[in-house]
């Protein structure tokens, strides 16, 4: 005879919900569609559906009007960037559906270009979606093309990331300027005071985390120099490339601070192919801790950004806007990893 424990568990109805939270089924019906009723029964089926792990049936919910509970969240295409940088991205998406499933809605992820036809493709991909609410990812959150196909079609916008214009969407953000002038600051109080940076692309976390980091040298009476300034594009090689041009000035830094994890990597190994051990000859400091490079060099000092915490709170200021709530502006804070691959420079110790 087979074990009832092991028998498939029902997946609970919109019935139980009713019966658990002590309502009618219309009223459960009400809340998960988004239709006001009053707080104290909003408390108790939210209480029922989060206790019996109810899952609306989204399909339902389309043919019956309304809401359709799904929320996309539009990305630029495939680049070397985004490849190198998959495990970030990875971890800013587990966010988003995390926070869906919490809130019995679903997430649908579309790409286009940013490029010259981006409004073009936007509309095309926007007549595709019977979406509620739309999640822009940079540098199509900066865009203003972009941006009005997507106000014209009347759908509820947040930005993640935008470099400029906060007061025009909800957006979400890290506070790249602070995080980067803190990191900066460590590194500057281990004696180094010739910090080469290995910058980002031309998008809003690039732009903070170079204020951050000119900040932090003019605050300490530390001249910036455009030489140990060198471009990247958050890809290791980038970051490569950028490492073996800095290294090679007549005066090369003793410390290398590159805008993301992938890059610092790179600079490593420019390091390495010159000779140079880390951190005994050269400083390295990189930012995002992600899993990948964490995994390969566990003592990296960096900054730490709660990327899930991000994607979670990109889908509470959609479904804000949803609700009928006031525009909001999230920063979320920073965490400096110190690590080990900042110490004091040679002619120091």
Not at 111 to 132: C, F, I, K, Q, W
Not at 245 to 260: D, M
Request: proline residues 6%.
């Amino acid at each position: 005879m087979p074990d009832p424990s092991h028998a498939p568990r029902r997946r609970p109805t919109i019935k139980d919900v009713a019966l658990a939270a002590g309502v009618s089924f219309k009223t459960v019906s009400r809340v998960t569609n988004g239709e006001t009723v009053g707080a104290s029964l909003k408390a108790k089926v939210d209480e029922a559906i989060s206790t019996l792990g109810y899952r609306p049936n989204l399909a339902a919910r389309r043919m019956g009007g309304g809401r359709s509970h799904l929320i996309s969240f539009i990305v630029f295409a495939m680049t070397d960037a985004t490849r190198d940088n998959d495990g970030f991205v990875m971890a800013l998406e587990a966010g988003m559906i995390a926070r869906c499933q919490a809130l019995g809605y679903s997430l649908a992820i579309e790409m286009v270009d940013a490029g010259s036809n981006a409004a073009s493709e936007m509309v095309g991909v926007l007549r595709g979606l019977e979406t509620d609410a739309i999640i822009l990812a940079p540098p199509l959150c900066d865009d203003p093309s972009v941006l009005a196909a997507v106000q014209q079609s009347g759908k509820p916008l947040v930005r993640y990331g935008p470099a400029a214009d906060f007061g025009r969407t909800p957006y979400v953000t890290i506070d790249d300027e602070g995080a980067a002038f803190e990191l900066t600051r460590y590194i500057l109080s281990r004696g180094h005071t010739r910090i080469g940076f290995v910058e980002g692309p031309e998008a809003g976390s690039a732009k903070g985390r170079r204020r951050g980091y000119l900040r932090a040298l003019q605050e300490a009476g530390v001249a910036a120099e455009e030489t140990l300034i060198a471009p990247g594009s958050y890809t290791v090689r980038s970051g490569e490339r950028a490492g073996a041009s800095l290294l090679a000035l007549a005066k090369p830094p003793t410390a290398i601070f590159a805008a993301n994890d992938m890059m610092a990597f790179g600079v490593r190994r420019a390091a390495e192919a010159r000779g140079l051990k880390v951190p005994e000859d050269l400083s390295i400091a990189g930012f995002d801790n992600i899993d990948a490079i964490v995994g390969a060099w566990p003592d990296l000092t960096t900054i730490r950004q709660p990327v899930g915490d991000v994607g979670a709170a990109c889908i509470d200021a959609a479904v804000a806007r949803l609700d009928g709530k006031p525009d909001i502006g999230i920063v979320l804070p920073c965490e400096l990893v110190p690590g080990a691959t900042v110490v004091k420079p040679r002619l120091h110790r």
